[in-house]
């Protein structure tokens, strides 16, 4: 079954914009962990624009105590800074249960693309490694949509060529396609391009993660259409349904698309 981890970059932005400690991310995590969810996400960034070093750290004991994954997102080659040691330092310190690399520059207002392998893969492949050495599954966050026209030479398999465990399918442009469009299944191209990338991944032996934009209204149709995704890593929609519909009913509504996919991939 694919499991959910929640991004809860998002209750750090609320936190920051007032000052204090509410809402508290750590409270927030523990009520999505009551509700069900899988696991926590979180993408510190050098500027600590939203979850910061000290969060970190305590959502990481919460996630040791609780028995779950912590998914620590970040740019590995942002150099330290005063108050950001670094996501290797911080991986070293936290050892969560997975590392997801994303190529994100200091400034950018969210992650919007993936790795170009033809120019990254000798410089992560290092860092993988160390990544890999302090106990972390890693992942790299990768362009579907546009790796399913390249060939192998700098295509998904080139994760695996530098010693990836998985890959996290950036969803963003598949997100864009389907709040405009009815999506039935494997019919849509973006689907299609989704897919066949994901199929390439598992070929060379890698585990599929999603993420970016996935929503309630869009989930159901990618499962159905991509199947053996590990997992799907959801803030920012999950938490502006939570303002409508409350955090329990919200995690409890991505739990029954994830069971609801589990159980058409064993009919």
């Known amino acids: 079954m694919t499991v959910l981890s929640v991004n809860v970059n998002k209750i750090a932005v609320l936190r920051n914009s007032r000052g204090g400690r509410e809402p508290d991310v750590v409270d927030f995590a523990r009520a999505c962990l009551d509700a069900g969810a899988h696991g926590i996400t979180v993408h510190p960034r050098p500027d600590a624009r939203h979850i910061r070093v000290g969060d970190v750290y305590a959502l990481a ?3 040791r105590a609780r028995g779950v994954e912590l998914n620590l997102e970040g740019n590995s080659f942002a150099p330290p800074r005063p108050g950001y040691p670094g996501f290797l330092a911080l991986c070293e310190q936290v050892r969560p249960a997975q590392a997801t690399l994303v190529p994100d520059a200091d400034g950018q207002l969210t992650s919007d693309h993936g790795f170009d392998f033809s120019r990254d893969a000798t410089p992560l ?8 050495s302090l ?3 890693v992942s790299l966050f990768v362009d579907a949509h546009v790796d399913a026209a390249l060939g192998t030479a700098a295509g998904v398999e ?6 990836a465990d998985r890959v996290e399918l950036y969803t963003g442009p598949y997100a864009h396609v389907a709040s405009g469009a009815a999506i039935s299944g494997n019919s849509d191209p973006m689907l299609a391009r989704f897919a066949h990338v994901a199929h390439r991944a598992h070929a060379a032996g890698l585990g599929v993660n999603a993420g970016h934009d996935l929503s309630q209204a869009n989930l ?15 803030g920012h929609a999950l ?4 303002l409508y519909a409350g955090l329990h009913a919200t995690v409890g509504g991505y739990l029954q698309i994830l069971a609801a996919a589990r159980d058409s991939a064993t009919v």
């Open 239 to 242: 938490i502006a349904e939570a």
């Open 158 to 163: 080139s994760a695996a060529d530098v010693g």
């Open 220 to 234: 159901g149709a990618f499962l159905a259409a991509i199947p053996g995704v590990l997992e799907v890593s959801i």
């Open 61 to 63: 004991e919460l996630t």
């Open 125 to 132: 492949r290092p860092l993988i490694s160390e990544l890999k």
């Open 135 to 137: 106990g972390c599954r």
